[in-house]
T-cell receptor, first 113, second 113 residues
Framework: GAGVSQSPSNKVTEKGKDVELRCDPI?????LYWYRQSLGQGLEFLIY????????KSGLPSDRFSAERTGGSVSTLTIQRTQQEDSAVYLC???????????FGPGTRLTVL | DAKTTQPPSMDCAEGRAANLPCNHS???????VYWYRQIHSQGPQYIIH???NNETNEMASLIITEDRKSSTLILPHATLRDTAVYYC??????????????FGSGTQLTVLP
């Protein structure tokens, strides 16, 4: 069975460029989370999607960050005008409804030069 | 969510059982105990959860004390691939709002050959 997949696995970009990160959740999972994790640090919550409800964007660090989820499945996290402090591993997780068992993808390692 | 306390590190010989303790003395009656782990350079991985009964799955067993103030995660036959940081989390059931995970410092388990 397919797990959560993310692409690209690695992304190197120049400061000021925009990037898009993709997450394919487990089929049938209605809840989707984006987190980021800096080296040696814990998880930082970014945004949460649940079904057709309005997303919880309370964790987005600035208005340069946005995310959408099309058709209740695939999600894209967009970072505009990237800064060096955006460098981190961006993790996507999905869960079945309100279940607290979250299944994580392998992450996208973003490096902003 | 209730606070948890875990030892910062543990070693275990390959093939032996790894017993990882977690204290959660302020746990409430409706809070579950969850365990996740994070292998180096990978996303977090759900392991197991329980309320008050002992639980077992293909990965591990979870033993919760009768007063529910502590629990032990047991990996019955540890392998080198089980080397990871293990996180114990206590959480109430989801009510539909964002249920982002917050990890403490966890226990670094090192399985030795």
């Amino acid at each position: 069975g397919a797990g959560v997949s993310q692409s690209p696995s690695n992304k190197v970009t120049e400061k000021g460029k925009d990037v898009e990160l993709r997450c394919d959740p487990i089929s049938g999972h209605t809840a989707l989370y984006w987190y980021r994790q800096s080296l040696g640090q814990g998880l930082e919550f970014l945004i949460y999607f649940q079904g057709n409800s309005a997303p919880d964007k309370s964790g987005l660090p600035s208005d340069r960050f946005s995310a959408e989820r099309t058709g209740g499945s695939v999600s894209t996290l967009t970072i505009q005008r990237t800064q060096q402090e955006d460098s981190a591993v961006y993790l996507c997780a999905s869960s079945l409804g309100h279940s607290d068992e979250q299944f994580f993808g392998p992450g996208t390692r973003l490096t902003v030069l | 969510d209730a606070k948890t306390t875990q030892p910062p590190s543990m070693d275990c010989a390959e093939g032996r059982a790894a017993n990882l303790p977690c204290n959660h003395s302020t746990i409430s009656g409706n809070e579950y105990v969850y365990w996740y782990r994070q292998i180096h350079s990978q996303g977090p991985q759900y392991i197991i959860h329980g309320l008050k009964n002992n639980e077992t799955n293909e990965m591990a067993s979870l033993i919760i004390t009768e007063d529910r103030k502590s629990s032990t995660l047991i990996l019955p036959h540890a392998t080198l691939r089980d080397t990871a940081v293990y996180y114990c989390i206590v959480r109430a059931p989801s009510s539909g709002s964002a249920r982002q995970l917050t990890f403490g410092s966890g226990t670094q388990l090192t399985v030795l050959p």
